[in-house]
């Protein structure tokens, strides 16, 4: 308990930036995610092999790699980047890869009669996508994402490589300070479980209130 008391300053700073990291590549990489599921669904050829290479390597490759590459490997290109802004970056597009194929499943998982009855009545693609098919391709999607945003949370961990102080950096500090890592440790496993239990209540809620919007 002391160890809690002693130590709690840093906790809040490392708990403060750790979802910062995560709501904020989450935010960023939503939107990346999802122009790349429309590349991916696009009759443009080109657009679709770049979103196809895009997936392949950023889901091919471990997120601890790609943010090594951006935070130590840019430099050598003429690109410097702070730890934070680099783990953002990588955070990113590591989740862009993942999102967008969460979100191509929602679009494709949405009846094409709907496209056609759209079409029918005169309405023109982006406003049969926007107003129609994007709506609902949230809501089938919402399971799959929102397992990627819990996912994500416990990614920001591997933040600490490139000396950002989020929770595991703060746990590595309060343990080689006192030399009790096991308890450090332990105790920030308590807070990222936390986390994610309250972010799954939330999802579960989020799911039962679309799913009773849809069925009325």
Same mark, same amino acid.
């Given at each position: 308990? /002391?160890?809690?008391?002693?130590?709690?300053?840093?906790?809040?700073?490392? %708990?403060?930036?750790?979802?910062?990291?995560?709501?904020?590549?989450?935010?960023?990489?939503?939107?990346?995610?999802?122009?790349?599921?429309?590349?991916?669904?696009? /009759? $443009?050829?080109?657009?679709?092999?770049?979103?196809?290479?895009?997936?392949?390597?950023?889901?091919?490759?471990?997120?601890?790699?790609?943010?090594?590459?951006?935070?130590?490997? %840019?430099?050598?290109? #003429?690109?410097?980047?702070?730890?934070?802004?680099?783990?953002?970056?990588?955070?990113?597009?590591?989740?862009?890869?993942? %999102?967008?194929?969460?979100?191509?499943?929602?679009?494709? #998982?949405? /009846?094409?009669?709907?496209?056609?009855?759209?079409?029918?009545?005169?309405?023109?693609?982006?406003?049969?996508?926007?107003?129609?098919?994007?709506?609902?391709?949230?809501?089938?999607?919402?399971?799959?994402?929102?397992?990627?945003?819990?996912?994500?949370?416990? /990614?920001?961990?591997?933040?600490?490589?490139?000396?950002?102080?989020?929770?595991?950096? $703060?746990?590595?500090?309060?343990?080689?300070?006192?030399?009790?890592?096991?308890?450090?440790?332990?105790?920030?496993?308590?807070?990222?479980?936390?986390?994610?239990?309250?972010?799954?209540?939330?999802?579960?809620?989020?799911?039962?209130?679309?799913?009773?919007?849809?069925?009325?």
């Amino acid at each position: 308990m /002391d160890l809690l008391t002693n130590s709690f300053p840093q906790l809040l700073q490392g %708990l403060a930036i750790t979802l910062s990291l995560g709501v904020v590549s989450f935010v960023l990489g939503s939107a990346l995610g999802a122009l790349i599921a429309l590349a991916r669904i696009s /009759d $443009v050829r080109f657009l679709r092999a770049v979103a196809i290479s895009y997936v392949s390597i950023f889901r091919g490759t471990p997120l601890l790699i790609q943010i090594l590459i951006i935070y130590f490997g %840019l430099p050598q290109i #003429g690109i410097q980047l702070e730890p934070i802004p680099s783990a953002i970056l990588a955070l990113t597009l590591f989740a862009a890869a993942y %999102l967008s194929e969460n979100f191509r499943g929602g679009i494709l #998982g949405v /009846d094409i009669g709907q496209w056609e009855a759209a079409n029918s009545m005169g309405m023109p693609y982006w406003r049969t996508f926007r107003r129609i098919v994007f709506p609902q391709a949230i809501r089938v999607a919402t399971p799959a994402v929102g397992s990627r945003f819990i996912a994500l949370m416990k /990614d920001t961990s591997l933040a600490s490589v490139v000396t950002v102080v989020e929770l595991t950096r $703060v746990a590595e500090s309060i343990g080689s300070s006192t030399f009790r890592y096991m308890e450090a440790f332990f105790l920030v496993g308590a807070v990222y479980w936390l986390i994610n239990t309250l972010l799954s209540i939330g999802q579960g809620v989020l799911e039962r209130r679309m799913g009773r919007a849809y069925a009325t």
